[in-house]
């Protein structure tokens, strides 16, 4: 559990990356959804396009980009063009055709689906009521990367105010060894693009304690002769490290 404080606020579309130290695993789940994350402002794809609907809002062509599964991006107008709503790419039922190509369009933007909510056991709260309005993508590290919890506010969402304590819950698997450095980043940005131009706030967390390994574990099958069958009773012991305090609903035992 991460505990927030913004020096600045967070606002509707904004975003918000937690890293955790290296060596930390993020836990995923199946993602629950989709939704649409801005790729250019000012722009349209080159190609094929379809147009689904005119007088929508954002909400309304997301969500029919969203039932169409060759839909990957889409165009929302405004302006001259408000309310427009258009496929981009391919308009065949089936996988969705990459925007390659984004030409300067001054009436539209183009929006990418991106999946959503795969953070496993997330939870927001803000004065104690669990926010529902927002987003967490659990993102794994890559050679270029660290991992990293990545949650966006919708077009809808309140801002995340200033001088709030907000508290973040998410799954993760401590490293084998404990990380030279202990800390967790927190940075905020006004746009969920996560644009370098947009950052708003930029800080770190300690992170917690970690014990060196359980003093001591085992397990066994009863009776031993049905070992590789299935409905056996398995009888696990273990002992925790004298140097970790166990904190009942907080510290958990994962046996896989």
Sequence with gaps: QVLLQPSVPVPFGGALRIRPPVGFTLV????????????????????????????????????????????????????????????EGSIEDGNPTPCQEIYDHESYSVYQMVPTGNCFRFELLEAGERRTDVDCNAVAATADSAAAMVLRLSVSSRPLAVGTIYYVTVAVQNPEVAPEQNTWSVQSFSQSSLALASILDDGIVDGFKLSPALASFGYSAVPQELRSSVDVVINATFAWSPSVDVEAGSDILQVE
């Design 28 to 87: 995923s789940a199946v993602p629950r959804s989709s939704r649409g994350e801005l790729l250019a402002a000012g722009g349209r794809c080159a190609g094929e396009s379809l147009v689904l609907g005119t007088g929508y809002t954002f909400e309304q062509c997301e969500a029919t980009c969203r039932e169409r599964p060759s839909c990957g991006f889409f165009s929302v107008g405004f302006g001259e063009s408000d309310g427009a709503c258009i496929q």
